[in-house]
């Protein structure tokens, strides 16, 4: 068996390479538990773990080829390179632009990105691709300003022979197509990232708007302007990184709602001081529900009462101890460059006893800040023996972040330092996201090693109002917009803190005086990028069949039920409901109350989960998928006409994204007229039982789908108005009466309803015309009954009494009125009898 990081070759029952450390046990593709390195079957579920499908067989068929993707890009160019071909030979300059590629390609490398291409003097390099994670942006700057002070101390060294050498570095994040093979078509990122560097100077790391959005909290940038750049329409706004620190004067997160949680793990404290014995705390919950600041919480309340140890395992991976080993660093104020006097000098500071043991811990300590740690066994005693020499001084607290991603070896030290330090006031504790259950029960489960798991969910509405409002330094925000927040975070404070600072970033919350208030119109929000570049992260970790299952649930909604997910599924359904679980138990789906098309129901964790799983499916994807959905729903609900919303919507998405993606068909423009038929449909439903903003919208949204010249846009437009203008919503009204007018033609019927909604919109918006459009609004009335159209003659003599009442002809109003009463009774219309009554 050869391990899947390194290669190294085992023998049979190896659990750990050799060589790197990683595990090199099986997972299960089907229920996710873990297998022994050597067997062929699942010990829990009885699935192959070595076999593969056949071709063409559709039950392990995951359609994983591609994916939509927000990527961030780093273009570099060399300044002065032209006049090197020019001076020098050509084999000084093949090998000096060789040392230079390699400068730049290893801080990209070194902070997890590759170079996509070379491309004469400029580099491109990609972070996001083929995986992406939710600090890419952050990880390209980094590696970026990286790449200028490697260039600075290579063009020093090289000025004798290559003269003055500059270089300009530009980060673009964008969202772009990567296929199965990795391949990504970078397009637009890519030419912004290019031609934004063209705007730099020698030295300069310029950062566009869509970049800047997902890394302002974490360095410091300052504005350069607006530019238009070569082949593009639309202007970019640039900003320059003047430093990788944080901003000054940056506000903490305020820690609001927590104070119970915070109780429980200071309780978990407390009795290990008391005790002097280890304990385990652990805090489970998903991404930006807080816990990491319960943490620092902890940390800030103890102050100088305990000595707190934090580390943070990576997503990326990397050296399995390399977590602890930067803790340790910090503990120990020892530099990255620290010298071994240095160290040794640490380690007596702290640990007693005789100078035998001080030299092993020394030397295991040094072996674990070089990337080099000793055995297993040896590394376990020396962390072991540091806490507690550490722990002779004062108490100490082992924070480990993020506990999900470490490796096995490191989950093994975890249980180790609970289970074996004895007389030591050690508080150990962890957080992680759910999937530890799945990684390591014994480290989520309350009872066992466990003293205390304190799982979060969302704060309650006061405490997230009360975040909401913090994060801008106000006591309240406005009501509109707190709504909005609590609606769309579902509590979730990092959620709250992004909607937040999104909103006043693009001007929907702004200070006016003393108070905030709300901007434009706050109907739907957007996901602010940071969120997105998480959630995205979080589902590309998934596997892959467990992936295609989460978006597949996507394309149907929030809520969707099993039947549905496994119509979208490509082929034959295998292991469905193993994978559901496994999305349960990584909090990402749960439960609903409710039933679903007559069956169990299950939603999405929290809405920005489905849309993030959304956004990863190609639109031509989603058009197929949304389709054939709404075939699915037509088939199982019948006749039932409380479905067509459901319907027409899932076929409006469907002509939607075949329309984004260039010219409809026929068959593009048959699913745009069956889309319109079903919104038409519960559009007039809603308008008759007076639902007149969902009638309006409805309408608005068939119109939508139809082309220009279908004349079915006639009808459609003259409901239209009519649902908009019973609403007083004189706003888009006048635009419905326009696209009315298009088609009166030859019709005189049509003509004489627009003569209506004409003389109705400006009795509700220019009383000086009363007098004209009540004589005109008349006439239609006239032509109307002549034509036996017994709805639009109520219409106008409807309208008419409006005029008249404004006009202050109370007769002729009542005459009106009575009018337009005989005419909808003549019609059976019950919505304008009643309007009239």
């Known amino acids: 068996m050869n391990c899947g990081s390194c290669g190294r070759a085992h023998g049979a029952g190896a659990r750990f390479c050799g060589g790197c450390g990683r595990s090199l046990a099986l997972r299960c593709p089907a229920c996710g538990a873990e297998g022994k390195p050597d067997a062929q079957f699942c010990e829990a579920c009885g699935a192959s773990l070595v076999a ?77 691709v083929p995986h992406v994670a939710e600090d890419d942006a952050i990880r390209a700057v980094r590696a970026a300003v990286g790449m200028q002070r490697a260039f600075r101390e290579f063009a020093r060294e090289q000025s004798d022979v290559a003269g003055n050498l500059g270089l300009r ?66 202007t970019v706004a640039a900003f320059r990184v003047v430093s990788l620190d944080r901003p000054a004067g940056a506000p903490a997160t305020a820690f609001v709602g927590r104070e119970d949680e915070l109780r429980r793990i200071m309780a978990v404290y407390d009795a290990a001081v008391a005790a002097r014995r280890a304990r385990l705390a652990v805090i489970l919950g998903s991404p930006g529900l807080g816990k990491s600041r319960l943490i620092t919480e902890l940390a800030r309340r103890l102050g100088e009462r305990a000595t707190v140890v934090t580390a943070r395992c990576d997503a990326a991976g990397g050296a399995t101890f390399a977590p602890l080993a930067e803790a340790l660093r910090a503990t120990l104020h020892l530099d990255a460059g620290a010298s071994g006097e240095a160290l040794r000098a640490a380690i007596e500071a702290v640990v007693p006893g005789e100078e035998s043991e001080r030299a092993r811990i020394g030397g295991g300590v040094a072996a674990l800040l070089a990337g080099t740690p000793a055995s297993p066994e040896e590394t376990f ?81 006061g405490a997230a109002t009360r975040l909401a409002a913090n994060v801008i330094g106000a006591d309240e925000l406005p009501a509109a917009v707190a709504g909005r927040v609590l609606a769309t975070s579902e509590g979730n404070p990092l959620f709250v803190g992004e909607l937040v600072r999104m909103l006043v970033h693009d001007g929907a919350l702004k200070r006016e005086g003393d108070r905030w208030v709300a901007g434009v119109e706050l109907a739907a929000l957007e996901m602010p990028p940071t969120i997105q570049a998480l ?107 409380e479905h067509d919303e459901t319907i027409g919507w899932h076929l409006e998405q469907a002509h939607r994204h075949l329309r984004e993606l260039g010219p409809i068909d026929a068959q593009g ?74 088609f009166t033609g030859d019709s005189e019927r049509l003509r004489a309803w627009h003569t209506c909604f004409t003389g109705q919109l400006a009795a509700l918006t220019d009383p000086q015309v009363l007098r004209t459009t009540g004589d005109a609004v008349a006439a239609a009335a006239e032509a109307l009954a002549s034509l036996g159209d017994a709805a639009g003659e109520a219409k106008a003599h409807f309208v008419h009494a409006v005029a008249l009442s404004r006009l202050g002809k109370v007769g002729a109003c009542e005459a009106a009125l009575d009018r337009a009463l005989a005419a909808a009774r003549r019609g059976g219309d019950r919505r304008r009898s009643n309007a009239v009554l």
């Open 52 to 128: 593969r499908p056949e071709p063409g067989r559709g039950a392990d068929v995951v359609d994983d080829a591609a994916a939509r993707k927000v990527v961030t890009i780093v273009f570099a160019d060399l300044i002065g390179s032209t006049s090197l071909h020019e001076r020098l030979d050509p084999e000084s300059v093949g090998r000096l632009m060789d040392r230079y590629y390699q400068v730049v390609r290893e801080p990209v490398e070194a902070h997890g990105g590759s170079v996509v291409q070379l491309l004469g003097d400029g580099v491109m390099c990609a972070f996001g």
């Open 169 to 234: 570095v530009a980060v673009n994040t964008g969202e772009v197509v990567v296929s199965d093979e990795h391949r990504a078509g970078l397009g637009d990122p890519l030419n912004v990232a290019a031609r934004l560097q063209q705007e730099g100077q020698d030295g300069d790391v310029l950062v566009s708007h869509s970049t800047q959005r997902l890394v302002s909290a974490l360095v410091t940038l300052t504005p350069v302007g607006v530019f238009s750049l070569k082949g593009r329409s639309e």
């Open 381 to 461: 005693f020396v962390v072991r023996r540091l806490l507690a020499a550490l722990a002779t001084v004062q108490p100490v607290v082992l924070a480990i972040d993020d506990l999900q991603w470490a490796e096995p070896l490191l989950l093994d030290l975890t249980e180790h330092l609970v289970q074996w330090s004895t007389e030591v006031p050690l508080l150990v504790l962890v957080a992680a996201r759910p999937e530890l259950r799945d990684t390591r029960s014994s480290l989520a489960a309350p009872g066992g090693l466990v003293s205390d798991v304190v799982t979060l969910t969302g704060l309650d509405a």
């Open 535 to 641: 959630l995205a992260a979080r589902i590309e970790r998934l596997r892959p069949e467990e992936r295609t299952v989460l978006e597949r649930a996507a394309v149907v909604g929030r809520q969707f039920s099993r039947a549905a997910v496994a119509h979208l599924l490509p082929g034959e359904v295998g292991n469905l409901d193993a994978r559901l679980e496994s999305l349960r138990r990584s909090e990402l789906v749960e439960p609903d109350a409710g039933w679903f098309l007559g069956e169990p129901a299950l939603r999405f964790h929290h809405v920005l989960i489905r849309d993030a799983a959304y956004r990863r499916v190609l639109k031509n994807t989603r058009a197929e998928l949304h389709g054939r959905f709404a075939e699915w729903v037509e088939s199982r609900v019948g006749e039932a006409v």
């Open 669 to 742: 423009r048959a699913l745009g007229e069956r889309a319109a038929r079903y919104l038409a449909a519960a559009g007039r439903r809603a308008l008759a039982r007076d639902d007149l903003p969902l009638a309006a919208s409805l309408l608005g949204r068939a119109l939508d789908r139809l082309d220009a010249a279908d004349p079915n846009r006639a009808d459609l437009a003259l409901d239209w108005c009519e649902a908009l203008l019973a609403a007083g919503d004189v706003g888009p009204a006048q635009g419905a009466i326009d696209e009315l007018g298009r």
